[in-house]
């Protein structure tokens, strides 16, 4: 169980706020304030979030301490892990107001939710691009943020770039699963491609 000390750590090493970091792990900012001064015992799936949290944005833990590990790989399982995937791209793209790229997407398939991300990324400044199929003409944003290209060159599977990420949403039968991929370099390399 990791202990407040790396807690406290690990939000210094992402220059993360208590709230931040309540808002990311979906918990109150007094709930962190009173694990880090160790006034309560948490709930073992408070703790459990807090973990993925960081682990997430690319934490270690390790006896007394914590470090940021630069090139690793995130799962997201679940029918969620789309959603989860959009709220990284907002959290990490926010400040720089930078570029989110899609590949090979449709929002036709889109919930609700998804849209709703969408939306929240738009409005705080961070630019789309989509490459979608020449046979899909339903578009939910702004037209110059679309580029079309003839269907047997979409793949089956998103792709999405932003940041020093590249996330894979791969969909199978029984499973939803988004692999994140921290990497400048492949990033780098999938912008040029």
Do not use: C
Request: hydrophobic share 40%; charged share 25%; net charge positive.
């Amino acid at each position: 169980m990791i202990q407040p000390l790396q807690i406290r750590a690990a939000r210094s090493i992402l220059g993360w706020t208590q709230s931040e970091l309540a808002k990311r792990a979906r918990t109150t900012q007094s709930t962190i304030a009173s694990i880090e001064l160790e006034k309560q015992r948490p709930h073992q799936s408070t703790i459990d979030q807090i973990f993925k949290t960081f682990q997430n944005a690319g934490i270690e833990f390790m006896a007394g301490g914590a470090r940021k590990r630069e090139d690793f790989i995130t799962i997201l399982d679940g029918t969620d892990a789309y959603v989860r995937l959009l709220q990284d791209v907002y959290y990490v793209l926010k400040p720089l107001k930078g570029e989110v790229l899609f590949n090979s997407s449709d929002e036709r398939l889109s919930s609700e939710e998804v849209n709703y991300q969408l939306r929240r990324l738009r409005q705080v400044g961070i630019r789309m691009r989509s490459i979608i199929a020449a046979t899909n003409s339903y578009i939910v944003g702004p037209l110059e943020e679309y580029r079309v290209i003839p269907e047997k060159y979409v793949g089956s599977n998103v792709n999405v770039i932003y940041g020093n990420k590249v996330a894979y949403i791969l969909e199978e039968p029984d499973t939803f699963r988004v692999l994140i991929l921290t990497s400048s370099y492949t990033a780098a390399d999938m912008r040029r491609s």
